[in-house]
């Protein structure tokens, strides 16, 4: 059973109209992670939610935002989409503790054209 | 957080045992060392952990150096679904939880 739900599987959008990816987690972990993995490269951490608080890595552009509602779902918003934001996008989920694992989602693989 | 050295890809002939090592020579004492593996068109897959000690599970092994700086993930068997690439990650405790970096990894083929 899929623990970590990520929709839609495929998601196309056009250049800079906003485009906003889902994930659900059914684990009722505290902690949930957006990772971006462009073709060929090693997934990059763009921010995560411990709870309702957002932690943000340096390097992530503003163009990308985060919502957590609830435990169990949390958004990404791509607010004006450009051509190198074309990548698969990665959910996760931890209990936030060092020795248990992150269990991850199939990704939404993202195009704009 | 720390970084990790891996071999670019290896190869391994189908049944066969595999050794991938990891160097991670800046690792803090209480960071664990995860490793997951990620197959084509999927999301990364949790194979193992450790802190000091070897571990075994039933995907794998994992042999860690007394001194922490290295480690190695060991395929006892290798099948074709183990083809791969194997991310081997300290897990750094920085700002709100811990968080997996992610390096390069390395590819791993398996040979009928």
């Known amino acids: 059973d899929a623990m970590v739900i990520q929709n839609p599987r495929y998601q196309v959008t056009q250049f800079g109209k906003p485009v906003t990816l889902s994930c659900s987690q059914t684990?009722?972990?505290?902690?949930m992670y957006w990772y971006q993995q462009k073709s060929s490269q090693a997934p990059k951490l763009l921010f995560h939610?411990?709870?309702?608080?957002?932690?943000n890595e340096a390097d992530t552009p503003d163009n990308f935002q985060s919502r957590r509602p609830n435990t169990s779902f949390c958004f990404l918003d791509i607010r004006s989409p450009g051509l190198g934001d074309a990548a698969m996008y990665l959910c996760?989920?931890?209990?936030?503790?060092?020795?248990?694992?992150?269990?991850f989602g199939n990704g939404t693989r993202l195009t704009v054209t | 957080d720390a970084k990790t050295t891996q071999p670019n890809s290896m190869e391994s002939n189908e049944e066969e045992p595999v050794h991938l090592p990891c160097n991670h020579s800046?690792?803090?004492?209480?960071?664990?060392i995860h490793w997951y593996r990620q197959l084509p068109s999927q999301g990364p897959e949790y194979v193992i952990h450790?802190?000091?000690s070897n571990v075994n599970n039933r995907m794998a092994s994992l042999a860690i150096a007394e001194d922490r700086k290295s480690s190695t993930l060991i395929l006892h068997r290798a099948t074709l679904r183990d083809a791969a690439v194997y991310y081997c990650?300290?897990?750094?405790?920085?700002?709100?939880?811990?968080?997996?970096?992610f390096g390069k990894g390395t590819k791993l083929s398996v040979i009928p």
């Open positions: 996760a989920t931890s209990t936030g503790q060092s020795n248990s694992p992150l269990h």
């Open positions: 684990l009722n972990h505290n902690v």
């Open positions: 939610y411990y709870d309702k608080d957002f932690n």
């Open positions: 800046t690792i803090s004492g209480t960071d664990y």
């Open positions: 450790g802190l000091t």
């Open positions: 990650i300290p897990a750094y405790s920085g700002a709100g939880s811990y968080q997996l970096t």
